[in-house]
């Protein structure tokens, strides 16, 4: 079982910034992937980036320059730093941690970014 803790949602205005974390509870680095993904209400959820072991990373053409995923894999820590936030950012956005034979979510953390 691998935990996946997710922190560092909130309030911001548009145009402002928010970094989230994920941390697991085992090595990321043993894993395939990572990833977010966003929730917004009444919408279904959609995948925003991921970052690979192998180093590559992939974006939703929505949030393209201005979202950063990142990794500290001697933290087992994954990161979304989100700039030039806008309302449509809003959601609950999740932690996602692919390990090739069983996959896990965080619990979630909202963001909520107002105009």
């Known amino acids: 079982q691998v935990r996946l803790v997710e922190s560092g949602g909130g309030l911001v205005q548009a145009g402002g910034s928010l970094r989230l974390s994920c941390a697991a509870s085992r090595s990321i680095s043993s894993g395939k992937a990572m990833a977010w993904y966003r929730q917004a209400p009444g919408k279904q959820r959609e995948l925003v980036a991921t970052?690979?072991?192998?180093?590559?990373?992939n974006y939703t053409d929505s949030v393209k320059g201005r979202f950063t995923i990142s990794r500290d894999n001697a933290k087992n820590t994954v990161y979304l730093q989100m700039n030039s936030l806008k309302p449509e950012d809003t959601a609950v956005y999740y932690c996602?941690?692919?390990?090739?034979?069983?996959?896990?979510w965080g619990q979630g953390t909202q963001v909520t970014v107002s105009s």
């Open positions: 996602y941690a692919d390990f090739y034979w069983r996959t896990y």
């Open positions: 970052t690979t072991t192998g180093g590559s990373t």
